[in-house]
T-cell receptor, first 113, second 113 residues
């Protein structure tokens, strides 16, 4: 399978715990994006990387959120001190710089109790 | 600020008929890209079709075509010969600059047998 993969697919955690999600992009794609999607809404941009450089962060990405892409391949998104409002689907996408068509992974569904 | 509007929360179509899903956008950038994604109940965002702002022809991909009316700032998706498997959420999105996508609220399409 050469698509974007995300792990875990589902995560249930208690409020206040830290969680980490992983995204493996399509192998030749140098851009990687994170989005968050809450129920009944379209995805909202969180951040994106070109290779290992984090080029943009949304104001939605509070200081409890951190994303890394240390070797320009896979990326992790960590949420510290989770809150119930963090419950959402976290989507990862990857693309080439050009063309910039973004291909999405299956998402990680986070439930904070 | 860039914005995508999908005014149809839900649509019904009879199997084998064509359906049009509406999308309007707002941007001051002369260079932009417009996308349609399908999101079935499994949650994965599936790329359907892309239209560049400078493309002279309307994009087509199999049963999907994009009715691009630049002066009206609309990018409607037309699905021909609907199939039961087309039942899903459909999102219109615009690429801002070279990076992130801005999504609309989505339209839930139900195909009736």
């Amino acid at each position: 399978d050469t698509g974007v993969s995300q792990n875990p697919r589902h995560k249930i955690t208690k409020r206040g715990q830290n969680v980490t999600f992983r995204c493996d992009p399509i192998s030749e794609h140098n851009r990687l994006y994170w989005y968050r999607q809450t129920l009944g809404q379209g995805p909202e941009f969180l951040t994106y990387f070109q290779n290992e450089a984090q080029l943009e962060k949304s104001r939605l990405l509070s200081d409890r959120f951190s994303a890394e892409r240390p070797k320009g391949s896979f990326s992790t998104l960590e949420i510290q001190r989770t809150e119930q409002g963090d419950s959402a689907m976290y989507l990862c996408a990857s693309s080439l710089v050009s063309p910039g068509d973004q291909f999405f992974g299956p998402g990680t569904r986070l439930t904070v109790l | 600020a860039q914005k995508i509007t999908q005014t149809q929360p839900g649509m019904f179509v009879q199997e084998k008929e064509a359906v049009t899903l509406d999308c309007t956008y707002d941007t001051s950038d002369p260079s932009y890209g417009l996308f349609w994604y399908k999101q079935p109940s499994s949650g994965e965002m599936i790329f359907l079709i892309y239209q560049g702002s400078y493309d002279q022809q309307n994009a087509t991909e199999g049963r999907y075509s994009l009715n691009f009316q630049k002066a009206r700032k609309s990018a409607n998706l037309v699905i021909s010969a609907s199939q039961l498997g087309d039942s899903a959420m459909y999102f219109c999105a615009m690429r801002e600059g070279e990076g992130k996508l801005i999504f609309g609220q989505g339209t839930e399409l139900s195909v009736k047998p």
